[in-house]
């Protein structure tokens, strides 16, 4: 596609179950980044994918989050055993090579635990 | 952790000039970027600045950067009701693997 796309949309969950969501990033894109936009505050770094380099994880709230990079294309975040606290948008972006590019965002999922 | 810091709501009447202000802690920031975000929308890159620069100016937008005060400012000319979003200032430095957002300042720009 022509932008980096996200999937769910909006995802809607019971505090305890299991969620999963996407990230398609941009084509030729070798650099991923998973941010968590919580109300009222700034974006939250979670998670950078950089080609076939060990993830920088520095970012990830607790072990409960967890996330993926198949085939250096699309991503999957995993929180386990959700809790009110997760509630958020969770945004995906892409870059050419680097923090230093230009990265385009996706349009987010919005998590919300009941 | 660095800390990027912006005022949360400002509002203007349309045909005025906006002036959004950002200040950050990190003295080794080497670039710094406006991004806005309309309402259900991902993050747009509006402009950014090397911090060897002290102005950039691009059609309506207008970012001044003070490295001694850290302080980093976006002038939108003849703000328009479109221009109503939320702007994000953000920093990195070189060899960083992510850029550190501020808050996020919600532009209203009334009619």
């Known amino acids: 596609g022509a932008g980096v796309s996200q999937s769910p949309s909006n995802k809607v969950t019971e505090k305890g179950k299991d969620v999963e969501l996407r990230c398609d990033p941009i084509?030729?894109?070798?650099?991923l980044y998973w941010y968590r936009q919580s109300l009222g505050q700034g974006l939250e770094f979670l998670i950078y994918?950089?080609?076939?380099?060990?993830?920088?994880k520095s970012g990830l709230p607790s072990d409960r989050f967890s996330a993926e990079r198949t085939g250096g294309s699309v991503s999957t975040l995993t929180i386990q055993r959700t809790q009110q606290e997760d509630s958020a948008v969770y945004l995906c972006?892409?870059?050419?090579?680097?923090?230093?590019?230009?990265?385009?965002f996706g349009p987010g999922t919005r998590l919300t635990v009941l | 952790g660095e800390d990027v810091e912006q005022s949360l709501f400002l509002s203007v009447r349309e045909g005025d000039s906006s002036v959004i202000n950002c200040t950050y802690t990190?003295?080794?920031?080497?670039?710094l970027y406006w991004y806005k975000q309309e309402p259900g929308a991902g993050l747009q890159l509006l402009t950014y600045?090397?911090?060897?620069?002290d102005m950039k100016q691009d059609q309506r937008l207008t970012v001044l950067l003070n490295k001694k005060d850290k302080h980093l400012s976006l002038r939108i000319a003849d703000t328009q009701t479109g221009d109503s979003a939320i702007y994000f200032c953000?920093?990195?430095?070189?060899?960083?693997?992510?850029?550190?957002f501020g808050t996020g300042t919600r532009l209203t720009v009334i009619p």
């Open positions: 600045i090397f911090s060897n620069m």
């Open positions: 972006a892409s870059s050419r090579q680097g923090a230093l590019f230009e990265q385009f």
């Open positions: 994918f950089q080609g076939n380099s060990a993830p920088d």
């Open positions: 084509s030729g894109h070798t650099a």
């Open positions: 953000a920093e990195t430095q070189t060899g960083a693997n992510n850029l550190f």
């Open positions: 990190d003295s080794s920031s080497t670039y």
